[in-house]
């Protein structure tokens, strides 16, 4: 059991999915009533939920949302800015104050009286490099964002085709642990009758119990282990809460990429979403830092407005002003340089993102190269040995029922069945979660795994 265990753990370590702790890529927002009875899940209707529910998708779709946001608040630096304004004021104003000379019975104090006052304002930026340059780096923050939902796409489909294939495997794992439990309750019956019979000694009956015993706590653990597997992937593609669900065993072959490591390389340079969106984020912050740079410029800004005042709505008169401002920063105290720091920090912090992805890509697509073939060659030889397996505890049961051996023979034979049995689950399963690793480590997880598992939107 041990044996298993290790197989198992191991298998699963190399193959599988990790995410953090914390991820919002582990959750999902339920959506829909229960249904009374459980419905059926392919693998491609778990990827399609999981793209619609998953929290971290959600979550990447709102950062689209606040980047297109600032956007165009950098982009309304550069746009016209209209108001209009209505004002009636009752005024008593000193002459005095404004500099006007008073002399004799002229009088100091005017009013009250009435102003009304109606206006259109206007103003529009000329020429403001910063504004222009600002408005193009939140233009890359978006395309960034837009390319992080894209990755966090192809992660979710990755996520939960991986979690179908774990339900799967604990599904198998469920099967094969009945069928043993059978198999020992059969042989277990076998030894009574022949302890009965006078052919084998009563050691061999103990030795069959606990063989039983041990292959019902087996059979327990998988099937808990099982409803746990269902329970996460529920949890991940969102689907309503307390919702029971079938899987569907029948899965679309995805074929091995045919390319070589240099092209897969390649083809994830050039393709892969999270690689473009830190190539944008590096453009973001070449483009925030000339714009820091050009404060040092000039700007030209129009303001105008136009309107009618008087002393009352019906006795007003049209006017109208238009002022053209040149601004030159001749003395910033410090700000433009420290500012230039930052960028100069945030730029380099970019750069070095991106040469890191690229050397992590580098990494994972050799890996994914190396899974692949070796899950690939462990699955054949899963297979045979499994079948060799099957085949030796039938002997070992005809040697024992023959009394020309013990049912030491058998125990070891059926250790070797539950062994072999666990070692074909692990094999195929990690040769398909190779699979979609591999086409993810290229970039093409959504487009590659979801169309041939039937989950491409």
């Known amino acids: 059991m041990a044996l298993v265990l290790a197989a198992t753990v191991a298998a699963q370590d190399r193959a599988g999915v990790q995410l953090a702790a914390g991820s919002p890529f582990r959750g999902g927002v339920p959506t829909g009533a229960v249904s009374p009875q459980p419905i059926p899940l392919s693998i491609g209707d778990a990827i399609r939920q999981a793209l619609d529910r998953n929290l971290g998708v959600l979550q990447a779709d709102e950062r689209v949302d606040r980047a297109r946001g600032a956007r165009w608040d950098a982009l309304s630096r550069l746009l016209p800015h209209l108001s209009a304004g209505v004002t009636e004021t009752r005024r008593k104003t000193s002459l005095e104050v404004f500099g006007f000379p008073l002399r004799g019975e002229f009088p100091r104090i005017v009013g009250p009286f009435n102003v009304f006052d109606a206006r259109l304002f206007a103003s529009q930026a000329l020429v403001d490099r910063p504004a222009a340059l600002d408005s193009r780096a939140e233009a890359h923050n978006l395309e960034a964002a837009r390319q992080d939902y894209r990755s966090a796409r192809d992660l979710v489909v990755l996520v939960s085709a991986n979690l179908y294939l774990e339900a799967l495997a604990a599904s198998a794992r469920v099967e094969t642990a009945r069928a043993q439990r059978d198999t020992a309750e059969a042989l277990y019956r076998q030894a009574q009758d022949l ?117 009352t709505a019906a006795s007003t008169l049209s006017t109208f002003a238009v002022t053209g401002t040149v601004n030159v920063p001749i003395f910033e105290g410090g ?29 994972e697509v050799r890996s994914a190269f190396l899974d692949l073939q070796a ?83």
């Open 335 to 363: 700000r433009i340089r420290a500012r230039l720091v930052e960028a100069d920090a945030d730029l380099r912090h970019r750069r070095m993102e991106l040469e890191d992805l690229r050397a992590e890509i580098y990494y």
């Open 195 to 311: 302890r009965q019979s006078g052919i084998i000694a009563g050691l061999d009956v103990v030795r069959a119990e606990v063989r039983l015993s041990a292959d019902r706590q087996r059979a327990t653990a998988a099937m808990n282990e099982f409803q746990k597997a269902k329970l996460q992937l529920a949890r991940v593609i969102g689907l309503p809460i307390g919702q029971e669900f079938t899987l569907s065993s029948v899965l679309p072959t995805v074929p091995v990429p045919d390319m070589r490591l240099d092209e897969a390389l390649e083809r994830a340079y050039r393709e892969r979403p999270d690689v473009r969106a830190a190539a944008e984020r590096v453009s973001a912050a070449e483009t925030a830092r000339r714009a820091v740079s050009a404060e040092r410029l000039p700007s030209v800004n129009v303001n105008a407005d136009y309107g009618a005042i008087g002393l």
């Open 375 to 457: 899950t690939g060659e462990e699955l054949e030889t899963a297979t045979r040995a499994r079948e060799l397996a099957g085949q030796q505890l039938a002997q070992s049961r005809d040697r024992f029922a023959a009394g020309v051996a013990s049912n030491i023979e058998v125990v070891q034979a059926q250790e070797a069945v539950t062994l072999a049995s666990e070692q074909y689950i692990g094999a195929l399963y990690g040769f398909n979660v190779s699979k979609a690793l591999l086409a993810r480590s290229l970039g093409a997880a959504e487009t590659t795994v979801g169309s041939y598992l039937g989950g491409a939107n």
